[in-house]
Each structure stands twice: as C-alpha cells, then as structure tokens.
C-alpha cells in the first residue's frame, strides 16, 4: 500500500480523481504466484489484461516474465503494443465475430474456443494451427451471480457431451487441439472448486494425443478488507501442481501448467483518489461516481474506503456517494475520519476492473492513472478532455 503523504502530495501534483497502481504489489503478487506453483517445471501466467489493460502496465507485467490472455482483438492489438509476443498472447473469446478469432489465429496468437458452431467454422479453415478448448466443467465457484460463470446454464465452455464431437471434427477435418481450459469466476475462495476443476480437466485429456497445456484460469479471490476471506494460493499451486505432475508422468506430450489471474496481480495494487465536494446528512460526496469505480454498484462490491486527510482514531459513520444521477453508492455505513470539503478519500482494491471498465456516463471524463514503483510515480495516461467527448460524434 502507498503510504498516505506519498497520496497527499500527489493531489497536490495531480487533479483528483486518479488511480494509482503500486508496481511493487504487483511484482510481490507475480512472485507470489510462481512460489506457490514452483513444484511445476512447466509453468505459466498468462495475466487477464480486461482486469486493467493500461499499457503502461502490461508493459510492466511483460517484464516480469507474465504472458497475457486476451478476450477481444483489440485486447491482442494493445497486448502487441506493450510488447508481447504473439506467441504469449492467448485469445479466450465468448461468442466474439468469427473474424476475430481468424485475425488473431493469423497473427499466431493463441486461440481457445468453447463453443461447437465456431469449432466447426475453425475447422473447415483447414489452417493447420492448434487451438485450445474451454470446457463447461458445471462447478459452481465464484464472488456472486455475475460472476460465476462455469455452471451448467453459463455461456461459457464447451458442454461435456459435446467433447465427443471433436473427435468428429480432429479425424475428418484435421482439426488439431493442443489444449484443455477451464476458467471457474471470479473471487473464487475455496480450493475445492479447484479441485474439482483440474478432475474435469485431466479426465477429458486423458482422451487426447499431442496436447501441450493445461489451463486452469483465473478467479483466485483476495482481501478486501483486512479481515476477510482470501483464497489460499500456496494450496491450490500445491493441489494442481501435483495432479498435474502425476498426469504428466503418463502422458506422452510435454505439458504446460497455465494460470489466468487478473484480480490477483492487481486488485490490491491499486487505488482511487477522489475528493469530498460536499456533505450533507450523514452523506459524503466525492468528485467521482460510478462511471469510474463501479464494482460497488455492479456487484455490491464491498470496497475499503478512507479519509486519508483525516486519519484520526475516533470515526464517523458515513455514506460515500458519487455524482451520477442514480443512487450512486461507494459505501453505506462506514466510518470515516471526521470529513470535510476537500478531504481526499482512497478507495482500495481498484486495481482491477475499474479503469477498465470506466465509462463516460453522465459526460464525464475518464480520470487519469498513475503508476508507483520503487519510489517513483509516473503518469500512464492522462486525464480525458472534453475533445474526447466529442470525437466520432457527427453533428
Ligand atoms: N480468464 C478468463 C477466461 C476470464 O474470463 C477471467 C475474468 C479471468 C481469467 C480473470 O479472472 P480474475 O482472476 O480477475 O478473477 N468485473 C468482475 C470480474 C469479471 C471477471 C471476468 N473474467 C468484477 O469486477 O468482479
């Protein structure tokens, strides 16, 4: 965590609001990963950029060593531009235009489908280049309805019964698969969920030839506040690591282990900065809304909120609220350090969804974004301007 002075003397250099990333958290994360699965010889991370696809700090991850999973072509586009390599850009597209899976396939990055129509269309391409297949493993894991995403009504993966059809698709149309995925949700805290996972994954591999990884995705769960649940890394590393080393010992192929995490790396690393514009009746205003920081108000998302100016023991209860004409709730019930206009509010573990998914609802600009590492802070985009609003508008 960035220490308060360091925050109070960036509003003094920058226009509230912003998001600040701390690199170092991110780095301490990275590390964490890799110690809880360094029982694999064949390991890799492949960062989810949707959960924050800044360049700035992609570029950062890339050079701690992580690939990168994509899920738009645009993602792959700026995914390139940070510096990946083609061959460390995996594409998981849901239902996407079909062109986009043949653009990113042509531009030799990594594609998984989940679904039998793409398949087939993949196949009559007769393009000779392997792609993964996400599975629909019905396991139901994850922080809440949105975000649970591998039970049986989901859109996502490939249903069980319909694995066989692949083999239809390998023998007559040379379809080649070189891989097995399963991404559970998001906030997933219990190891079983894993577990049973990797159980899905492992019993259809064992049915292919010439695989060359494993994916188990994203979804590990981290604190939002400091006395809440998390998910215990070093054990799922430890559990997958070692039914994937016992599977590998069979089989005939050299595999890889893949993780996706987004929260993971930089949920925590990150928070927001805003500034209180007004009080009235128990309710703190902020000069934000949830057009920036909107997992409070899409998921209920309970998020640590403090007056950094005001870091007083004895607390207040207070609403947070943002600007934007609907109810446009931060928090409810939270204690606060006395408040007053101007105070700077830090709103914690916006590392993660939420640049990435600001909007310009209400026309108003999306804030700019910081990035904290050993001590130095620099700007990885600016704030928008009101041209920004404008453009492509035909009037
Ligand atoms: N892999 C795939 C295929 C995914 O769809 C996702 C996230 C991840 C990996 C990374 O999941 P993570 O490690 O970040 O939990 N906006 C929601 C989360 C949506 C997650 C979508 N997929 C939120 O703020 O809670």
Excluded: W
């Excluded at 039970?151 to 066989?164: Q, V, W």
């Excluded at 769960?221 to 998910?231: A, E, I």
């Excluded at 005001?310 to 409810?332: M, P, R």
């Excluded at 209400?362 to 404008?390: A, C, G």
């Amino acid at each position: 965590m960035i220490n308060n002075n360091i925050l109070l003397q960036l509003t003094k250099e920058h226009q509230t609001p912003f998001y600040i990333y701390n690199g170092n958290e991110i780095e301490k994360q990275y590390f964490k990963l890799k110690k809880a699965f360094s029982k694999c010889s064949n390991f890799q991370i492949n960062y989810a950029m949707k959960a924050l696809n800044t360049i700035g700090v992609l570029q950062f991850i890339q050079k701690l060593g992580a690939s990168v999973d994509t899920v738009s072509l645009n993602e792959v586009k700026i995914a390139l531009l940070a510096g990946f390599k083609p061959h460390q850009i995996g594409f998981t597209p849901n239902g996407t235009p079909f062109n986009e899976i043949i653009e990113a396939a042509e531009l030799g990055v990594h594609v998984t489908l989940d679904n039998s129509i793409q398949l087939k269309k993949y196949a009559a391409l007769q393009n000779n280049i392997p792609i993964g297949i996400r599975i629909n493993p019905v396991i139901i894991a994850g922080g809440n309805d949105k975000i649970i995403v591998a039970h049986k009504a989901s859109k996502f993966g490939l249903a069980l019964n319909k694995i066989n059809d692949i083999n239809y698709l390998i023998e007559h149309h040379n379809l080649k698969i070189d891989g097995f995925h399963i991404h559970l949700g998001s906030d997933v805290l219990n190891l079983d969920a894993f577990k049973k996972s990797a159980d899905v994954l492992f019993s259809v591999a064992k049915n292919f030839k010439n695989l060359k990884y494993i994916n188990f995705g994203g979804g590990f769960k981290v604190k939002y506040k400091d006395d809440d649940t998390f998910l215990d890394i070093d054990s799922v590393g430890n559990h997958l690591t070692d039914v994937f080393n016992t599977f590998q010992k069979d089989y005939t192929n050299d595999l890889k282990l893949i993780i996706e995490p987004g929260k993971f790396l930089v949920s925590n690393a990150g928070v927001f900065i805003s500034e209180i514009t007004t009080i009235k009746d128990g309710i703190v205003f902020v000069n934000s809304g949830f057009n920036h920081f909107g997992r409070p108000m899409y998921y209920n998302a309970f998020h640590q909120i403090r007056n950094i100016s005001n870091t007083e023991k004895s607390l207040q209860t207070y609403a947070i609220v943002g600007n934007i004409c609907e109810q446009d709730t931060f928090g409810k019930h939270r204690d606060l350090g006395k408040p007053k206009v101007g105070d700077i509010i830090c709103m914690e573990n916006a590392g993660a969804y939420s640049f990435s998914m600001a909007s310009n609802y209400n026309s108003r600009l999306k804030p700019m974004e910081l990035f904290y590492y050993n001590s130095k802070t620099s700007v990885i985009r600016k704030k928008e301007n009101f041209d920004d609003l404008l453009r492509n508008q035909i009037y």
